[in-house]
DNA sequence: ATGGTAGCCCTGCTA
C-alpha cells in the first residue's frame, strides 16, 4: 500500500499539479492539506474520474484538509468532535477515515506564527488535543496513519540551518516535545525509519529568497504511523520533483510505502 | 536594492 501527504497551498491553484501527480505516483490514499476551499468548491468529481473518492473538511478562504483513496472510504470524521475542545475553533484542520485496512488521519497543524505568542501557545495545544483525540477514538495496536503538514521541524538535521531558525517557530524544544508524544502513545516517524540520519531531506521550502534551489528547507510534513504500518515500511520518499516546474506548492509530496499481509 | 514570494480576498493578512 503506498500513501501520501501534501500541503498543496491551494487546491484551486495547485489542481492541475494534483492531477499530474495522481497520474505518475500511483497513490493508494493521499492526504492534502491548506485546499483553501469551501466544500462546495472541492472537486469530487474531478477526483472521481481519476478514480479516487474524497472526503473534504473545507473552511474557505484559509486551511482546509481532504483525503483521496481508491481503497474505499468510511467511517470520516471531520475535526476533534464535540467531546475534545479545539484551541483553533472554526479551522479545519483534521479529517480522518478508514481506507481499506488503514485508518488515515489528514492533519494541518497550527503555524504558531512567532515565539513567543497566543498562537503558538495554542499551536502546542493543538498537539494535546489530537492526542486526546487519539486517545479517545482509537489504540496503538489499530492500523493508524497520521500523515500532514505538522509545522515542526522534529530534529536540528530537519531544517538547513538551526542558527537561521533560532527562536522560531518549528524547532522550539516544547514543539518537538509534541510530536515525541505522539510517539511515546505509539506512532513512528517513518520517513525516519527508512532514512535515519540522512541531512538534507526536507519537505518544505519557503518561496521567498530561492530556498528551493538553494537548498534551504524543512522537514515538517510527517508521516507518523503505528506499529502495524511501521513495522512494514519498505519505501519512504519526497517528491522533489513536484516542488519544481510551473506553479509549485512550497510543499513537496511525502510517499511511504508499507506490505499489507 | 536594507526581506522575499505566493495565495487569498478588498490591497493587508497568512504562510
Given at each position: 500500500?503506498?500513501?501520501?501527504?501534501?500541503?498543496?497551498?491551494?487546491?484551486?491553484?495547485?489542481?492541475?499539479?494534483?492531477?499530474?501527480?495522481?497520474?505518475?505516483?500511483?497513490?493508494?490514499?493521499?492526504?492534502?492539506?491548506?485546499?483553501?476551499?469551501?466544500?462546495?468548491?472541492?472537486?469530487?468529481?474531478?477526483?472521481?474520474?481519476?478514480?479516487?473518492?474524497?472526503?473534504?473538511?473545507?473552511?474557505?478562504?484559509?486551511?482546509?484538509?481532504?483525503?483521496?483513496?481508491?481503497?474505499?472510504?468510511?467511517?470520516?470524521?471531520?475535526?476533534?468532535?464535540?467531546?475534545?475542545?479545539?484551541?483553533?475553533?472554526?479551522?479545519?484542520?483534521?479529517?480522518?477515515?478508514?481506507?481499506?485496512?488503514?485508518?488515515?488521519?489528514?492533519?494541518?497543524?497550527?503555524?504558531?506564527?512567532?515565539v513567543?505568542?497566543?498562537?503558538y501557545?495554542?499551536?502546542?495545544?493543538?498537539?494535546?488535543?489530537?492526542?486526546?483525540?487519539?486517545?479517545?477514538?482509537?489504540?496503538?495496536?489499530?492500523?493508524?496513519?497520521?500523515?500532514?503538514?505538522?509545522?515542526v521541524?522534529?530534529?536540528?538535521?530537519?531544517?538547513?540551518?538551526?542558527?537561521?531558525?533560532?527562536g522560531s517557530t518549528h524547532v522550539t524544544a516544547a514543539e518537538r516535545?509534541?510530536?515525541?508524544?505522539?510517539?511515546?502513545?505509539?506512532?513512528?516517524?517513518?520517513?525516519?525509519?527508512?532514512?535515519?540520519?540522512?541531512?538534507?531531506?526536507?519537505?518544505?521550502?519557503?518561496?521567498?529568497?530561492?530556498?528551493?534551489?538553494?537548498?534551504?528547507?524543512?522537514?515538517?510534513?510527517?508521516?507518523?504511523?503505528?506499529?502495524?504500518?511501521?513495522?512494514?515500511?519498505?519505501?519512504?520518499?519526497?517528491?522533489?520533483?513536484?516542488?519544481?516546474?510551473?506553479?509549485?506548492?512550497?510543499?513537496?509530496?511525502?510517499?511511504?510505502?508499507?506490505?499489507?499481509?
Amino acid at each position: 500500500m503506498r500513501i501520501a501527504t501534501w500541503n498543496v497551498n491551494s487546491l484551486k491553484a495547485r489542481l492541475p499539479r494534483v492531477e499530474e501527480f495522481l497520474g505518475y505516483a500511483d497513490v493508494d490514499v493521499l492526504c492534502i492539506q491548506e485546499t483553501k476551499l469551501a466544500d462546495k468548491a472541492f472537486p469530487f468529481l474531478t477526483f472521481q474520474e481519476l478514480g479516487y473518492e474524497s472526503v473534504h473538511n473545507g473552511q474557505g478562504q484559509w486551511n482546509g484538509v481532504a483525503i483521496l483513496s481508491r481503497v474505499g472510504i468510511s467511517d470520516v470524521q471531520y475535526g476533534f468532535g464535540a467531546n475534545i475542545a479545539d484551541p483553533y475553533e472554526g479551522d479545519a484542520r483534521l479529517i480522518s477515515a478508514k481506507c481499506g485496512d488503514i485508518t488515515a488521519v489528514s492533519v494541518y497543524v497550527p503555524n504558531g506564527r512567532t515565539v513567543p505568542s497566543d498562537h503558538y501557545d495554542r499551536k502546542l495545544d493543538w498537539f494535546a488535543a489530537l492526542n486526546l483525540w487519539l486517545n479517545e477514538y482509537f489504540t496503538p495496536q489499530d492500523a493508524l496513519a497520521v500523515l500532514g503538514d505538522y509545522n515542526v521541524a522534529p530534529a536540528d538535521r530537519d531544517v538547513w540551518s538551526t542558527t537561521h531558525f533560532e527562536g522560531s517557530t518549528h524547532v522550539t524544544a516544547a514543539e518537538r516535545a509534541a510530536v515525541q508524544a505522539l510517539c511515546d502513545w505509539g506512532m513512528v516517524d517513518t520517513f525516519r525509519a527508512v532514512h535515519p540520519d540522512e541531512e538534507g531531506l526536507y519537505s518544505y521550502w519557503d518561496y521567498r529568497a530561492g530556498d528551493f534551489h538553494q537548498h534551504r528547507g524543512m522537514r515538517i510534513d510527517l508521516v507518523l504511523a503505528t506499529a502495524a504500518i511501521a513495522a512494514k515500511v519498505t519505501y519512504a520518499v519526497v517528491d522533489r520533483n513536484a516542488r519544481k516546474g510551473t506553479l509549485p506548492s512550497d510543499h513537496a509530496p511525502v510517499i511511504v510505502d508499507f506490505t499489507t499481509p
